[in-house]
């Protein structure tokens, strides 16, 4: 199950860690999981080609798209990341600089 994976905090980007303790104190709960498909598609979107060492060729780098117009290339862009880690993309539009997605782990 490709989707499922630690989740990070929305608002830091650290792993969502929230620590339960049972009656002898001892650490029963801390890091949770869930759906990553939508974590996974905006890490995607945001990360930079080549910022990540392990693998220079992730990333749209979908900031730079503020400054142009030519959104057909973007579409191609980020389809082209999204299946190659193993997505399908049900729905993808660009429309005044929002992104509209729709996919899923095969």
Not at 36 to 46: A, E, F, H, S, W
Request: glycine share 8%; net charge negative.
């Amino acid at each position: 199950m490709k989707n499922v994976g630690l989740l990070l905090d929305q608002e830091t980007a650290d792993l969502h860690v929230q620590i339960l303790k049972d009656a002898e104190g001892k650490i029963v709960q801390g890091l949770h999981l869930g759906d990553v498909t939508n974590q996974n598609i905006t890490i995607i979107l945001k990360m930079q080609p080549g910022e990540m060492k392990e693998q220079p060729t992730v990333g749209v780098g979908i900031d730079s798209m503020l400054l142009d117009h030519e959104y057909l290339l973007y579409k191609h862009k980020i389809r082209q990341q999204l299946v190659d880690d193993g997505m399908t993309v049900k729905y993808l539009e660009i429309e005044d600089q929002k992104v509209n997605i729709n996919a899923v782990y095969k």
